[in-house]
């Protein structure tokens, strides 16, 4: 028994000292994950204004003008000039997506209207225009600073404070003008360039048709008639903020 006892010890002792000289692999231990905190994203806002400069430059041909008992003031000759103008403009767009957004203009402007062709010189008189115009645009957001856009939408042009000349040439004074407001279609491409996260740069260039009725009254007695082919180009610049 006692023998036995002894070589068990020594069996156990040997056994011990077997294990501990065992190296211990790093690679038999599982690593601890290491966690990074991740970085911030910024919520995305879908607001952008813009302040512009807007120039409104009208496209008269192929107005009408039809006055009753002149046949010579209706021959195909006979139209209207609009003059130019140029305004402050504020545009507020909204980003449905990255890529997506709808951009609303507003502004106001004043035209002179004159006499062209067989009715040259003949001054008709002064319109304020409210156009509000609304197109969806798609954005090309994968450019870098560069933000390209184009867009298409409707127009609705408000006249008001309309007023005739009451001018007289050769014996011909516009006494009362009276222009219909009128809906339009619309087109536009332009671009943003991003000085940073918020500010930048903008140009833009619409294409409005705008074809409204109008009615006029020479020397208080003589209707006339028509359609005033404005067809205006709107080509703007000037500043973004991205909220």
Same mark, same amino acid.
């Given at each position: ?17 077997? &294990?501990? %000289? ?6 038999? &231990? /599982? ?8 970085? /911030? ?21 192929? @107005? ?10 209706? %021959?195909?000759?006979?139209? $209207?000039?609009? @003059? ?5 403009? $504020? ?12 951009? $609303?203009? &507003? =502004?106001?402007? @004043?035209?002179?209207? @004159?006499?062209? =062709?067989?009715?040259? =010189? &003949? ?19 994968? $450019? ?23 001018? %007289? ?10 222009? %219909? ?7 536009? *491409? ?52 991205? *909220?």
């Amino acid at each position: 028994m006692r023998t036995r006892r002894v070589l068990t010890r020594a069996s156990l002792l040997a056994l011990a000292t077997s &294990l501990a %000289s065992i190296p211990v692999q790093a690679a038999d &231990l /599982a690593r601890a994950p290491i966690y990074y905190k991740a970085p /911030a994203i910024e919520p995305f806002n879908p607001w952008m204004i813009r302040l512009r400069v807007l120039g409104v430059l009208p496209d008269t041909a192929g @107005s009408s003008v039809s006055v009753a008992g002149a046949p010579s003031l209706s %021959s195909p000759s006979s139209g $209207l000039s609009i @003059s130019d103008q140029a305004i402050p403009e $504020l545009d507020i767009t909204y980003f449905f997506t990255p890529n997506v957004a709808a951009e $609303l203009i &507003l =502004g106001v402007t @004043s035209h002179h209207i @004159s006499g062209n =062709g067989a009715l040259t =010189g &003949l001054d008709i008189g002064k319109a304020w225009l409210l156009p509000p115009t609304l197109t969806l645009q798609y954005h090309f957001a994968d $450019l870098g600073a560069l933000k390209p856009y184009i867009g298409a939408g409707i127009n609705y042009t408000a006249f008001f404070n309309q007023s005739a000349a009451n001018t %007289s040439l050769g014996g011909l004074a516009v006494t009362d003008l009276r222009i %219909s407001n009128q809906f339009g279609a619309a087109v536009q *491409f332009g671009f943003d360039y991003m000085l940073d996260r918020n500010w930048g740069l903008n140009f833009d260039v619409k294409k409005l048709w705008l074809r409204p009725e109008y009615s006029a009254t020479v020397n208080n007695s003589i209707p006339v008639t028509g359609r005033a082919n404005i067809d205006p180009w709107l080509v703007s610049g000037g500043v973004t903020y991205k *909220f």
